[in-house]
């Protein structure tokens, strides 16, 4: 079964606009992941923020987390046409590894 | 990071031939592996937890006799897709978590994914 939903579904911004992704989740958590994955193919990792932990940046990447809220968001700044893919967060629960619905996003050029 | 490998990537097969896809870690133990199915535009689905050297757990819906799991080894797990029929087409991804202590230690790692298509 899954995680968590995200939201939105889809998103479609301009190039250059940021994108705001939202995750949320049922149980409690060690660390909640996201990923990405481009159309047909395998998951890129991107970040992992660990349950004690309330924000982390890489690069164009901000991920926050609220335990409290059991949400997470995850901003991308200054998108470019190549952040176009799916984005999933996973939350780590005990052994394994639970993925949210994903948000498709799509960035025009 | 670590690297879990697939094989095959891609692979299309008549309806009620058996299909094996192997996932393996090349550089670190892998004495947990998971396997994933994921329909188009869809999330991944967790079907099962193998542990090295003993059965695998099966998510609730799905059956253990169609989807053979073997982990024989620390870096090598395999999924075989029994009798396949074309709803049993998907993108089929493993994932193998590394039980060695250093830098990735229980760290979860994805393999490319393997894209099963049934005719």
């Known amino acids: 079964s899954q995680q968590g939903e995200e939201d939105p579904q889809a998103l479609s911004i301009q190039e250059g606009e940021n994108a705001t992704m939202n995750c949320s989740y049922k149980t409690s958590i060690n660390n909640l992941q996201w990923y990405r994955q481009n159309s047909g193919r395998g998951l890129v990792h991107l970040i992992l923020i660990r349950s004690n932990e309330r924000e982390k940046h890489s690069g164009r990447l901000r991920v926050t987390l609220d335990t409290s809220k059991k949400s997470s968001s995850l901003l991308i700044t200054a998108s470019r046409a190549a952040d176009t893919a799916s984005y999933f967060c996973?939350?780590?629960?005990?052994?394994?590894?639970?993925f949210g619905a994903g948000t498709r996003l799509t960035v025009k050029p | 990071g670590a690297v879990v490998s697939q094989h095959p990537s891609r692979v299309i097969c008549k309806s009620g031939t058996s299909v094996k896809i192997e996932c393996r870690s090349l550089?670190?133990?892998?004495?947990?592996m998971f396997w994933y199915r994921q329909f188009p535009k869809k999330s991944l689905m967790l079907m099962a937890t193998?542990?090295?050297?003993?059965?695998?757990?099966?998510e609730q819906g799905v059956e253990k006799d169609k989807f053979l799991i073997n982990h024989a080894s620390l870096t090598l797990s395999t999924l075989t897709v029994t009798s396949a029929h074309p709803e049993d087409s998907s993108f089929y991804i493993c994932?193998?978590?590394?039980?060695?202590?250093?830098?990735?230690?229980?760290?979860?790692?994805f393999g490319p994914g393997t894209r099963l298509t049934v005719l």
């Open positions: 994932s193998a978590r590394d039980r060695v202590p250093g830098q990735n230690y229980n760290e979860q790692f």
């Open positions: 996973a939350t780590a629960v005990n052994n394994d590894m639970r």
């Open positions: 550089d670190f133990q892998a004495t947990t």
């Open positions: 193998s542990n090295e050297g003993s059965k695998a757990t099966y």
